[in-house]
């Protein structure tokens, strides 16, 4: 039997008079994939930011992480976050683009290790070992997604797809239980899009992880996800399965639109 691993209690947040996340209740469980989709303007990435630690909510709570009743989670940093398991790409490309890919997991990868300050301001022999242990992680994982032959190449300098596919394997080396990817096929040619679907595919099936994901390409969102939640106007207007959401009249009528054949 899967674990719930997120679930949210009424999560609600407001801007001055504007409610743009209102008394919202998701769940997902161990490595499930999880669609979130809606028009512009329904509060996808607001939801995420709160799940994520950018926004507090300005009512209810993160009710459940991993097991674990963490009320506590909604005053944690977004840093903070992350070292719980929390891990997240962003609509716009958020690469260090004047490090290497290799250097873009190493520093990811950070986020969970024990490396001492005083070891690299001294130059310690266990700073170096932990360079080498690092260096040697980030391209086992690089390996992996078909990228360790540009681990010299400046992140400014990949095509748009590869940026994309290096921002997913960046927060990948954070060691996540659950990643949202807000997103992700946002200016992508069909060819990305359809190397992205597979990708997404890929860390589901290799890293057994939860996902949940953003997206306004249908086809991609139908192609990976178990389960779809739908946002309108800040609200959950609907959820179930991508055959279900196909065929609510609600959402065909806010959303997916009618149709013609």
């Known amino acids: 039997m899967t674990q719930t691993i997120l679930k949210t209690h009424d999560l609600s947040i407001r801007f001055g008079g504007v409610t743009a996340v209102d008394h919202v209740n998701i ?7 999880i669609g979130l989709i809606g028009p512009n303007g329904a509060g996808k990435t607001t939801l995420f930011n709160l799940l994520t630690g950018v926004y507090r909510p300005t009512e209810g ?10 009320g506590i989670v909604n005053q944690q940093s977004p840093a903070k976050r992350a070292r719980l398991g929390i891990a997240r790409t962003f609509q716009n490309i ?3 683009e004047s490090r290497t890919v290799l250097e873009n997991v190493m520093i990811a990868m950070n986020s969970h290790t024990r490396a001492h300050t005083w070891d690299a301001i001294l130059r310690l022999p266990s700073f170096y070992k932990h360079e080498a242990t690092l260096k040697n ?39 996540p239980k659950i990643l949202f990817l807000d997103e992700p096929a946002a200016g992508m040619n069909p060819q990305e899009t359809a190397d ?18 953003i997206e306004h390409d249908m086809n991609l969102v139908m192609a990976v996800s178990e389960r779809l939640y739908v946002l309108e106007y800040g609200k959950l207007l609907a959820s179930g399965t991508p ?11 806010a959303y997916l639109g009618e149709n013609d054949t």
């Open 27 to 33: 769940e997902a469980s161990e490595n499930e994939l």
């Open 61 to 70: 709570d993160v009710a459940l992480f991993d097991g674990q009743k963490l």
């Open 94 to 96: 958020r690469l260090f």
């Open 137 to 175: 992680e980030a391209r086992q994982l690089l390996s992996i997604f078909d990228m360790l032959g540009v681990q010299d190449t400046l992140a400014t300098n990949l095509p748009y797809g590869q940026q994309r596919r290096l921002e997913i394997v960046r927060a990948l080396a954070t060691k």
């Open 196 to 213: 992205l679907t597979r990708l997404i595919k890929q860390v589901q099936q290799e890293f057994k992880m939860t996902i949940i994901l």
């Open 243 to 253: 055959a279900e959401i196909q065929q609510n009249a609600d959402v065909i009528r």
